[in-house]
């Protein structure tokens, strides 16, 4: 999905409430890549990516508040800047987008687009805060929902499958044929 979400959209998430795999939460802040790294490299990973939505805070109930962001904060979030230093954190790179939007009451969020990887999942490449290099992040529903390394094979499963059936597909596309006892069941539904 390569398109910004619109208002009909991004009302019916926060009207849906809680944290889900796919959406994440963000006070009003301004963008600093240590604050969001964990959640944009285990969104990578997830089937389909996901959304940070950046001006919405919980209380101790799990609600949402819808804070909004100011002008100061928002100006903060220049997808250049910003891919420029998510690729020192993520291997290979972490495709996203980047967007302003507003509620029905005229307040301001971003809303950041994680797309799924391309063909191979997304490692942590270099250290920082509670992110460690070499680690595989993964957004898990057990419990509270939340960004954190790969602890249950289920996941691993799901994240290995889904690499090695998109590698198979791009490698037919160049034209490599796979016989035999090498052959993979490729209807397995990615999309």
């Not at 805070?57 to 230093?85: C, F, H, V, W």
Request: glycine letters at 6%; aromatic letters at 8%; charged letters at 30%.
């Amino acid at each position: 999905m390569n398109r910004n979400m619109d208002i009909k959209e991004f009302e019916r998430i926060l009207s849906e409430g809680a944290e889900r795999p796919r959406i994440e939460y963000k006070g009003p802040v301004g963008w600093k890549s240590d604050l969001f790294i964990k959640d944009i490299l285990a969104m990578a990973n997830m089937k389909d990516g996901g959304y940070i939505i950046v001006g919405i805070s919980q209380n101790s109930d799990k609600r949402i508040i819808r804070n909004g962001l100011a002008q100061e904060q928002l100006s903060t979030y220049d997808i250049d800047i910003m891919r420029e230093q998510i690729k020192k954190f993520a291997e290979p790179f972490v495709d996203f987008t980047v967007f302003p939007i507003e509620d029905l009451e005229e307040k301001k969020y971003v809303v950041i687009h994680i797309h799924e990887f391309e063909l191979l999942p997304v490692l942590c490449a270099a250290p920082i805060s509670d992110v460690k290099q070499g680690h595989v992040y993964f957004r898990t529903s057990r419990g509270c929902v939340k960004s954190e390394d790969i602890a249950h094979s289920n996941d691993m499963r799901d994240i290995i499958e889904r690499s090695a059936i998109k590698l198979i597909r791009h490698w037919k596309n160049l034209g490599l044929a796979i016989h035999g006892e090498d052959s993979v069941n490729l209807n397995y539904k990615l999309d």
